[in-house]
């Protein structure tokens, strides 16, 4: 059984003896090593009061399921003021809870209720940009003069054009373009100008007195939470912020500044980009980056090569995942990828792979339950941070044919309602069926928490067994040695050791149908399997002979 301990109120943290600001910790939060995240789309996981839309109460009330899986930390998406048409990434209050999700004591309780269950609660926070409805663009798209008029990206007249930059023109008698970050109605917010044109000059250095008070806002902004007890964010579009800043010098440099004050003031709390450049952002001050579907194709050609053509940057046009069984995609370029990054910045942070995110299309989608426990044993026993997107860890279905919802998109199928019984509205919610946020998977067949939890060999439980494993093995920790063993450019089984000292686990994954056998040169008095299925390991000579049937898996522990 694994026993946690309760934290420490947010109160105590920054006077705590045990971590004073002098001593150096250049991973961050100590409870980073062993973290494993869940990420709640808050829309889609609990709805309590029967309006169809997920809540704060329903996350509260689901607190013991998700410590059940074994994860220990979450990341909620945002869940602030916002008229939703980007979800809530465009926020119109960072320090308003979103009434149709509770309030803003709602989400104290649940940072006190989580804690109570040893579970850090992460939010997002969407610091490049806001909502058109946010006062501040409210004010800065007045024509007149007012202390908001600099605080986002305008040039100076709606003819202009800027080239390298998305605008967009005529949204006020403000006479200039706003820049927007993503969709029209997030503009962004002024971090400056790394390279300001000198015959531009809306365009402001990073020192401007107006961007450094942008600046000083979202700092605000943290410090808020981080004081009302949160454990840190999540921080969308992190590469995004300072315009023109090739290498992202200036974009770090402020990270850096954020860094610093939570190195000082909350150095309990994490900071976790979504950048997918792990040396980067790692080297920006982050504690954790989710290397993902965009900065190349890495993360894209684990699992989704083949699979999204129709989702959130992602396309079919470099062949096979090497989680297909057809056994024709390869794991060199993601390995490639990850031992670049994971070289550079393991002593100084941690990459977490995902198993998926509210942006792409479900793991689950055109495979089998026993496909989906291989790729699960394989994100689970990697080094760094986990994180299991709401409902991956019973294969909720990707659901196909809805309309755009909330500027959804492609992204719309993966943020359907998690299912948690066979009852009315998968037990989702008790209100009408119609008013549900979207619909349930409607596909005969579909997972439930309920059956699974009657199922010893469900994929539920294939997960807690995973975790629990990771708990219980420092050697599987986040900190510890990664140590692939040949892995090429053809289809292979992939094949890794975890190590802690003397402790080691053997790691064996083979996603095609075909099956493989491998002689490894590893010296062990003994194996003892852990966890999986179809991987057989024998002592033969100076190694181990490994057979491996088709889609099959393994943890071994390798006795001295
Ligand atoms: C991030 C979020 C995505 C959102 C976008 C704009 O990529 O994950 O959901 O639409 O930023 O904020
Ligand atoms: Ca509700």
Same mark, same amino acid.
């Given at each position: 059984?694994?026993?946690?301990?309760?934290?420490?109120?947010?109160?105590?943290?920054?006077?705590?003896?045990?971590?004073?600001?002098?001593?150096?910790?250049?991973?961050?939060?100590?409870?980073?090593?062993?973290?494993?995240?869940?990420?709640?789309?808050?829309?889609?996981?609990?709805?309590?009061?029967?309006?169809?839309?997920?809540?704060?109460?329903?996350?509260?009330?689901?607190?013991?399921?998700?410590?059940?899986?074994?994860?220990?930390?979450?990341?909620?998406?945002?869940?602030?003021?916002?008229?939703?048409?980007?979800?809530?990434?465009?926020?119109?209050?960072?320090?308003?809870?979103?009434?149709?999700?509770?309030?803003?004591?709602?989400?104290?309780?649940?940072?006190?209720?989580?804690?109570?269950?040893?579970?850090?609660?992460?939010?997002?926070?969407?610091?490049?940009?806001?909502?058109?409805?946010?006062?501040?663009?409210?004010?800065?798209?007045?024509?007149?003069?007012?202390?908001?008029?600099?605080?986002?990206?305008?040039?100076?007249?709606?003819?202009?054009?800027?080239?390298?930059?998305?605008?967009?023109?005529?949204?006020?008698?403000?006479?200039?373009?706003?820049?927007?970050?993503?969709?029209?109605?997030?503009?962004?917010?002024?971090?400056?100008?790394?390279?300001?044109?000198?015959?531009?000059?809306?365009?402001?250095?990073?020192?401007?007195?107006?961007?450094?008070?942008?600046?000083?806002?979202?700092?605000?902004?943290?410090?808020?939470?981080?004081?009302?007890?949160?454990?840190?964010?999540?921080?969308?579009?992190?590469?995004?912020?300072?315009?023109?800043?090739?290498?992202?010098?200036?974009?770090?440099?402020?990270?850096?500044?954020?860094?610093?004050?939570?190195?000082?003031?909350?150095?309990?709390?994490?900071?976790?980009?979504?950048?997918?450049?792990?040396?980067?952002?790692?080297?920006?001050?982050?504690?954790?980056?989710?290397?993902?579907?965009?900065?190349?194709?890495?993360?894209?050609?684990?699992?989704?090569?083949?699979?999204?053509?129709?989702?959130?940057?992602?396309?079919?046009?470099?062949?096979?995942?090497?989680?297909?069984?057809?056994?024709?995609?390869?794991?060199?370029?993601?390995?490639?990828?990850?031992?670049?990054?994971?070289?550079?910045?393991?002593?100084?942070?941690?990459?977490?792979?995902?198993?998926?995110?509210?942006?792409?299309?479900?793991?689950?989608?055109?495979?089998?339950?026993?496909?989906?426990?291989?790729?699960?044993?394989?994100?689970?026993?990697?080094?760094?941070?986990?994180?299991?997107?709401?409902?991956?860890?019973?294969?909720?279905?990707?659901?196909?044919?809805?309309?755009?919802?909330?500027?959804?998109?492609?992204?719309?199928?993966?943020?359907?309602?998690?299912?948690?019984?066979?009852?009315?509205?998968?037990?989702?919610?008790?209100?009408?069926?119609?008013?549900?946020?979207?619909?349930?998977?409607?596909?005969?067949?579909?997972?439930?928490?309920?059956?699974?939890?009657?199922?010893?060999?469900?994929? $539920?439980?294939?997960?807690?067994?995973?975790?629990? %494993?990771? @708990?219980?093995? #420092? +050697?599987?920790?986040?900190? *510890?040695?990664? &140590?692939?063993?040949?892995?090429?450019?053809?289809?292979?089984?992939?094949?890794? $050791?975890?190590?802690?000292?003397?402790?080691?686990? %053997?790691? @064996?994954?083979? #996603? +095609?149908?075909?099956?493989? *056998?491998?002689? &490894?040169?590893?010296?062990?008095?003994?194996?003892?399997?852990?966890?999986?299925?179809?991987?057989?390991?024998?002592?033969?000579?100076?190694?181990?002979?490994?057979?491996?049937?088709?889609?099959?898996?393994?943890?071994?522990?390798?006795?001295?």
């Amino acid at each position: 059984m694994l026993v946690r301990k309760p934290l420490r109120p947010a109160e105590a943290r920054a006077a705590d003896p045990r971590s004073p600001p002098s001593v150096r910790r250049p991973k961050g939060p100590a409870w980073l090593r062993h973290a494993v995240f869940y990420e709640i789309y808050p829309q889609s996981f609990l709805d309590t009061n029967g309006d169809g839309i997920g809540d704060l109460p329903g996350i509260i009330r689901k607190l013991d399921y998700i410590a059940s899986l074994g994860c220990n930390a979450i990341w909620i998406n945002p869940c602030w003021l916002s008229p939703f048409g980007d979800a809530g990434y465009d926020v119109a209050d960072f320090c308003r809870v979103a009434p149709r999700y509770g309030t803003n004591a709602d989400l104290r309780r649940l940072f006190r209720e989580a804690r109570r269950r040893g579970l850090r609660v992460c939010l997002d926070l969407v610091a490049g940009h806001t909502s058109v409805e946010h006062p501040w663009f409210k004010a800065s798209a007045q024509p007149g003069k007012n202390p908001q008029t600099n605080w986002y990206v305008w040039n100076s007249s709606v003819w202009e054009d800027v080239p390298d930059l998305a605008t967009v023109q005529g949204f006020s008698a403000r006479d200039g373009r706003y820049v927007a970050n993503f969709f029209h109605f997030q503009p962004a917010l002024n971090f400056g100008f790394a390279r300001p044109d000198p015959r531009k000059p809306w365009q402001l250095p990073v020192d401007h007195p107006d961007v450094l008070r942008v600046r000083a806002e979202m700092k605000r902004i943290m410090r808020y939470w981080l004081d009302a007890g949160a454990d840190g964010f999540r921080v969308d579009m992190a590469s995004s912020l300072v315009k023109r800043d090739p290498g992202y010098q200036q974009t770090m440099a402020w990270w850096r500044e954020v860094r610093a004050m939570c190195d000082r003031d909350y150095p309990d709390a994490a900071l976790i980009s979504e950048w997918s450049s792990p040396r980067h952002a790692i080297a920006a001050g982050f504690h954790v980056d989710f290397l993902i579907h965009f900065n190349g194709l890495a993360y894209t050609t684990l699992f989704r090569h083949e699979r999204s053509r129709d989702i959130f940057g992602v396309r079919a046009r470099y062949g096979h995942s090497f989680f297909d069984r057809s056994g024709r995609g390869s794991v060199a370029e993601f390995l490639r990828t990850y031992l670049r990054h994971y070289r550079l910045t393991r002593r100084t942070g941690y990459i977490s792979i995902p198993s998926g995110n509210h942006d792409i299309g479900r793991l689950s989608e055109g495979r089998t339950v026993a496909e989906l426990k291989v790729i699960f044993t394989f994100l689970l026993t990697l080094p760094g941070v986990p994180c299991i997107y709401y409902g991956d860890e019973i294969g909720l279905r990707h659901v196909h044919g809805l309309p755009s919802k909330e500027g959804g998109y492609g992204r719309t199928g993966a943020r359907t309602p998690m299912q948690w019984t066979g009852g009315r509205n998968a037990g989702f919610s008790t209100g009408s069926r119609h008013r549900l946020y979207l619909p349930i998977d409607p596909k005969a067949g579909r997972p439930t928490v309920e059956t699974q939890l009657n199922d010893p060999e469900s994929l $539920l439980h294939h997960v807690r067994r995973l975790l629990r %494993l990771r @708990a219980e093995s #420092p +050697a599987l920790g986040g900190d *510890e040695d990664f &140590l692939p063993l040949g892995a090429t450019s053809r289809y292979r089984p992939l094949v890794y $050791l975890r190590r802690k000292g003397a402790e080691r686990f %053997l790691v @064996a994954i083979n #996603p +095609a149908r075909t099956e493989h *056998e491998l002689l &490894l040169r590893i010296r062990t008095k003994s194996v003892a399997g852990c966890v999986g299925s179809g991987v057989s390991v024998e002592i033969s000579g100076s190694g181990l002979r490994l057979r491996m049937r088709g889609v099959s898996h393994g943890v071994f522990r390798l006795i001295p």
